[in-house]
């Protein structure tokens, strides 16, 4: 299983950025899917979740009602959708993927089996 994610840049606070994750060897209709970032210094933190039925989603209060998470079945992709960016946001943004039927921890770490290589985002002033 692959993970690639795309999409990660420079914007200014209050823009928006798209990121993608796009999943090989496994297809996310199966698998509930992670998003979390990593700043300097920091721990890694969780972003968003999808389970695997697409279903439900979970998201972190430091971004709820600004990110949403969707994905595309035809593509095996999923998207990060980040609106009113600010620069606390900045981070290494990561998707992960989930092999497990259930969907009980989305937040945890280690409850992923895969992880991208991650994608830079930058918010400035």
């Known amino acids: 299983v692959q993970l690639v994610e795309s999409g990660g840049g420079l914007v200014q606070a209050g823009g928006s950025l798209r990121l993608a994750c796009v999943v090989s060897?496994?297809?996310?209709?199966?698998?509930?899917m992670g998003w979390f970032r990593q700043a300097p210094g920091l721990a890694r933190e969780f972003v968003a979740g999808i389970s695997k039925s697409g279903g439900r989603t979970d998201y972190a209060d430091s971004v709820k009602g600004r990110f949403t998470i969707s994905r595309d079945n035809a593509k095996n992709t999923v998207y990060l959708q980040m609106n009113s960016l600010k620069p606390e946001d900045t981070a290494v943004y990561c998707c992960a993927a989930d092999r497990t039927d259930s969907w009980t921890r989305p937040r945890l770490p280690g409850g992923y089996d895969y992880w991208g290589q991650g994608t830079q985002v930058t918010v400035s002033t």
């Open positions: 060897g496994r297809s996310v209709t199966t698998t509930n």
